[in-house]
């Protein structure tokens, strides 16, 4: 989003308009991330066998009929607002290429089907998919398709591939209509959202997170690993699980993550991010459009409880989370940040869990696997560390494949390993008849330098590393104290004299997103450092305050890049003046993240926009959605580079 956007299709072949949904929302945001920087690919990949006799022609034939059939297959967005248009079935030339290939094997389609997903899909001017037909000796035997994420999820896809099948076959098309996510759009009352926000600040503010940190790990937590286990085994466990608890095989496993992480840390309360699909209908079972949601999961468990009370809790809870979170999800998120700002603490969820659609091409298999048993395979790389467990879920063709990718200062790479193992061996005692009770107490030893907060887990030499980092602090010390009401943090720092408590409390705020096991102190104590007489504790000058009380003074903008990122906070405020329009940047406090000036999710993208036109760019939009200061932003902020001529020489 750092360049002017390209102009939408004719509006000639537009048959009707409207809103992005609240779930299309979450990933036209993430549309304007950087690709390296995405947590969730895009766009999405998978493929399907071509049965004999059908031929080429007739997958150009099914591919337009299922066009025609799903408005999702025919739909753009808007560049910089959160709107969709619906067009023509003929607007376009079906996106579908021929390929020829050697042979059609599992390599070839792994492969292949990677490759189609890395093709880009720009869903502002053109179609929202691409597919590809593999020719082995001139004959089709394979058809690869790619989709993207703002307006067609894994389930709809996996919905689109079963539907080319079956026309393939010759099952013809289905005859129920094809509900498109603009049928859905009036059913989101402001008031239900407001609520839905309040209810769901209030349950992440008392929320424990982070509980991992204490499973241990490397001292240095330098890197990640990334691991695939495949169980045959699992597969028949997981369905007997399943239908004894009245469950999905997805939320059993949740399930089963939850009470690994109470076993392991004795925590019994947490948080997970979890992907949860909203088909439980009938008539949404055949769409194709953007249904699943990426939704906070708050889960509680009872000690001592069976793990059948634990499939219903965490059910349970997904249905809330996903009933919750449909409602205003940009503003829920702009809120959540400033709480988060509020607290000094960053609300890291301690599960990621998904069931994907999109090709592991990151892992290859260990030589002489064997293809009907259990199989596990680990790569460690120097990349950046993950505060959070990731865990993806895939059935296929009768195996159980789970992908874990875990950073160092969580797991180890024998502990991640191991966390598979388990949890096939939890499922396995489940479908033999165990009850399997929820552990009451941990039954593993936290890791040194961490620290249980009221509100997370705090990794205490990470804090004094931040506020060494401060310029004019010589020296930070950072311990936990009893006094008040609950535990907080109390930092003693050796500083210049201009060095104030505020000044280190907003430079710890700033630091939130970018490192785990983070959080503001709620006490400063700070000793100028007096290199003439050498006196240190008896001049010293104290401070408190818990972190909702610190007041951090407003400071209007003073550079050029700062007044150029006022300008444009102010054009896109909730209080601003038309777009376009820069009015009362002054009134824009640098020391305040954007989501404390009410900017939600959904005007980032115009906000980038419009410091382009202000000639500015280096800042992207996850780094905006953050709690940083807009200070600390606008000192990213790069001026664009002088434009150049044809002839090759820089305008002045």
């Not at 035997?141 to 393939?168: E, F, K, S, Y």
């Not at 929820?438 to 997370?456: E, K």
Request: hydrophobic content about 40%; aromatic content about 4%.
């Amino acid at each position: 989003m750092h360049h002017p956007p390209e102009p939408p299709p004719s509006p000639a072949t537009v048959t009707r308009s409207g809103p992005l949904t609240w779930v299309q929302q979450w990933h036209w945001f993430e549309h304007t991330i950087p690709s390296p920087r995405r947590v969730n690919p895009t766009p999405l990949a998978d493929h399907c066998h071509v049965p004999p006799p059908a031929t080429v022609a007739d997958v150009h034939v099914a591919l337009a009929s299922l066009t025609a059939r799903h408005e999702a297959l025919r739909t753009t967005v808007d560049p910089l607002r959160p709107v969709q248009h619906v067009h023509r079935a003929d607007w376009s030339p079906l996106p579908v290429d021929c390929v020829d290939v050697p042979t059609v094997d599992a390599a070839t389609l792994e492969a292949a089907t990677a490759a189609l997903a890395a093709r880009p899909i720009d869903p502002v001017r053109n179609p929202p998919w691409l597919a590809r037909v593999l020719l082995e000796a001139g004959k089709p035997r394979a058809v690869l398709m790619a989709a993207h994420h703002v307006l067609i999820d894994g389930w709809g896809l996996a919905v689109l591939i079963n539907q080319l099948h079956d026309q393939l076959r010759g099952d013809g098309a289905p005859t129920e209509a094809s509900l498109h996510p603009l049928d859905t759009v009036a059913a989101q009352p402001p008031k239900r959202a407001r609520t839905a926000e309040r209810e769901w600040l209030m349950r992440l503010a008392s929320n424990p997170t982070g509980v991992l940190a204490p499973f241990g790990g490397t001292d240095d937590g330098a890197g990640r690993h990334r691991l695939q286990h495949r169980s045959v085994d699992a597969y028949d466990h997981l369905d007997r699980v399943a239908r004894r608890y009245g469950a999905s095989p997805e939320a059993v496993v949740l399930a089963a993550l939850a009470h690994d992480v109470a076993t392991r840390t004795g925590e019994h309360r947490f948080l997970a991010s979890v992907v949860v699909s909203n088909r439980a209908r009938a008539a949404l079972r055949s769409s194709i459009g953007v249904r699943a949601l990426t939704v906070p999961v708050q889960i509680d468990l009872r000690p001592g409880a069976a793990f059948g009370e634990v499939v219903a809790s965490v059910a349970a809870a997904s249905a809330a989370a996903y009933r919750h979170g449909q409602w205003r999800p940009a503003e829920l998120v702009a809120a959540q940040a400033r709480m988060d700002r509020r607290r000094g603490v960053v609300t890291v969820p301690t599960i990621e869990y998904n069931c994907y659609s999109w090709p592991r091409d990151y892992l290859v298999p260990a030589q002489n696997t064997p293809p009907d048993g259990s199989a596990t395979w680990i790569s460690s790389t120097p990349d950046e560390p993950c505060d959070t467990l990731y865990v993806d879920l895939s059935r296929d063709a009768g195996v159980v494949t789970l992908d874990v990718t875990v950073g160092d200062h969580l797991l180890d790479a024998g502990q991640a390993v191991a966390l598979p193992v388990r949890l096939c061996g939890l499922l396995r005692d489940l479908a033999d008849g165990a009850e399997c009770p929820v552990p009451t107490r941990s039954l593993t030893p936290p890791a040194s330098g961490w620290w249980r907060a009221p509100h997370g887990w705090v990794c205490l030499t990470k804090v004094e590393d931040v506020l060494r980092g401060h310029p004019g602090v010589l020296d930070a010390t950072v311990a936990p104290s009893g006094e008040g009401d609950e535990p907080h943090l109390v930092a003693h720092a050796r500083t210049d004299p201009e060095v104030t408590p505020g000044d280190l409390h907003r430079h710890v705020l700033d630091h939130l997103d970018e490192v785990p096991g983070l959080v503001a102190p709620g006490r400063y104590v700070l000793s100028p450092a007096d290199p003439e007489s050498g006196r240190p504790a008896d001049q010293s000058r104290t401070a408190t305050g818990d972190t909702a009380t610190l007041r951090v003074p407003s400071r209007p903008p003073t550079t050029d890049a700062e007044r150029a990122l006022a300008a444009a906070v102010a054009a896109i405020g909730p209080d601003s003046a038309p777009t376009g329009s820069c009015d009362s940047p002054g009134a824009v406090d640098m020391n305040r993240c954007l989501a404390d000036h009410g900017v939600t999710l959904v005007a980032v993208p115009r906000l980038l926009a419009l410091l382009h036109q202000l000639g500015f760019t280096g800042i992207a939009s996850d780094e905006l959605a953050g709690t940083a200061s807009l200070g600390h932003l606008a000192a990213a902020l790069e001026p664009l580079p002088p434009r150049v001529h044809r002839g090759g020489e820089t305008s002045p």
